[in-house]
């Protein structure tokens, strides 16, 4: 369990905290907290789409659970609630699994440590990340819709 809490203002006084394996939603108009990630472990770095229809974030699961260094992340989506009131049972979607063995010439998995501040394109669901394959650092774009 990470000992740093980090706090994002996000849509509609909802503050989200993040640091301590699971990203949690305090509503300042009741002060209860809502574990919005409760099925996913060391989930960090929510971004909410420009039209807060979207909350990405990133998963280091797979290198807390085998110990590994280095091993890839995964990218996460959850459909904000059109009330703005989110729910521990929102559903989270998997955008970009983890790569246990990449193939020759197959995409590596993500190696990223966070997200950018505005990672949205124009569109509002397209982010843009950097990852490092190889000796190489690699921009990448994710539609976070299809």
Known sequence: MGSCVQATPTLD????????????????EDSSVVILTQGIS???????????KYL???SSKSAVDSG???ATFSLHRI???????????????????????????CFPGLYCESLPIKPWLSDGRT??????WGRAQVILS???VS
């Open 127 to 132: 982010i843009v990340l950097c990852s490092a």
């Open 68 to 70: 590994a260094h280095n």
């Open 79 to 105: 459909d904000w609630p059109s009330d703005g009131k989110p729910h521990s049972s929102s559903q989270i979607i998997d955008l970009v699994p983890v790569v246990m063995s990449a193939e020759d010439g």
């Open 42 to 52: 060391s989930a960090f770095c929510p971004r909410f789409s420009p039209d807060g």
């Open 56 to 58: 990405v974030f990133l």
């Open 13 to 28: 006084s909802c503050w989200m905290a993040f640091g301590t394996e699971k990203i949690r939603c305090s509503s300042s």
């Open 142 to 144: 994710v539609d976070v």
